[in-house]
């Protein structure tokens, strides 16, 4: 006998509970901020508003179907299902936040403030919620993933972006090369490597890119290829600048050795749920054979 799907909803705490949570109170919240020449209403309609569109969400859900909730901070906790229908509540930041704990569910972005979310990733209203549900899984774009898989066998995954370096963002120096290129790598000293997805190409990536002149044709979201760029690299009689940005299509792997004490990998701007690397460790990162299926 089959379990029924099971509707998980992804939001994060709001800035209004956050700043009550700190101040003790509404009152006190209100004065912290009108201190610093803000006012409590905006942040507060932003909460009610947020707050109605999970009702409105939760609503919609079939009544046959189970149902979960998970807090952003609490998803490297939360055991997900195959059945699992997940509905991300809020900014496209929290489809990336859930993407790296899924492994081929569908997922449902639900934008809770229209015109001040891109709505890259949470591309639906509320209102749409039971429609989607009834053909959640038939119709999604699925969208390319980027992995970093250690020697230790440490795997990290990420929608938009890795990034390795130094904690910090201090010096980083490693060996650097690309698998299948002859053997050839080069030492150097920089403020890291970050290897980006088509999805994160409306993000960091992008800002990278701009900043190297947009050589390289950025990727689309659903195509298996990823640009990686070397930040700030400092050429020395023993480091180079020779290798300090590309293509990565799959199934090729930039491959990094560690020369300093700590280096950390993280993706999608999650530093605290970091990979840490040790001298001499080797760490390989290409397109994941996982996507993200985000219904369209």
Request: net charge negative.
């Amino acid at each position: 006998m089959s379990l029924a799907p099971r509707a998980v909803l992804v939001h994060r705490t709001t800035e209004y509970e956050e700043l009550v949570a700190h101040h003790g109170t509404h009152g006190q919240a209100a004065f912290f901020l009108a201190s610093r020449g803000r006012d409590i209403g905006e942040v507060a309609e932003r909460h009610e508003r947020t707050r109605r569109a999970l009702a409105e969400v939760t609503s919609a859900i079939p009544l046959t179907w189970r149902q979960a909730r998970v807090e952003r901070a609490d998803l490297d906790r939360f055991l997900f299902a195959p059945e699992d229908v997940v509905i991300v509540v809020g900014q496209d930041g929290l489809v990336a936040n859930a993407a790296k704990y899924l492994s081929g569910q569908p997922v449902l972005g639900i934008d809770t403030e229209p015109g001040r979310n891109p709505g890259v990733l949470v591309r639906h209203r509320p209102r749409d919620t039971a429609e989607l549900l009834a053909v959640a899984g038939a119709s999604v774009d699925e969208l390319t993933m980027v992995e970093a898989v250690a020697d230790d066998t440490q795997r990290l995954v990420a929608l938009n972006e890795i990034y390795l370096g130094a904690a910090g963002h201090q010096t980083a120096r490693y060996r650097l090369g690309l698998e299948g290129d002859g053997g050839v790598v080069e030492a150097q000293a920089s403020s890291g490597v970050l290897v980006g997805t088509g999805t994160g190409a409306t993000g960091w990536l992008r800002s990278l890119w701009q900043e190297r002149g947009g050589a390289l044709r950025l990727p689309a979201p659903t195509e298996n290829r990823l640009l990686w760029f070397v930040r700030e690299a400092w050429p020395s009689p023993a480091t180079g600048t020779s290798l300090t940005a590309g293509e990565l299509p799959a199934p090729a792997r930039l491959r990094l050795t560690v020369e300093s004490e700590r280096l950390i990998a993280f993706g999608d701007g999650m530093e605290s749920d970091a990979v840490e690397l040790t001298w001499g460790q080797t760490v390989e990162v290409g397109v994941c054979r996982e996507r993200l299926r985000l219904v369209g």
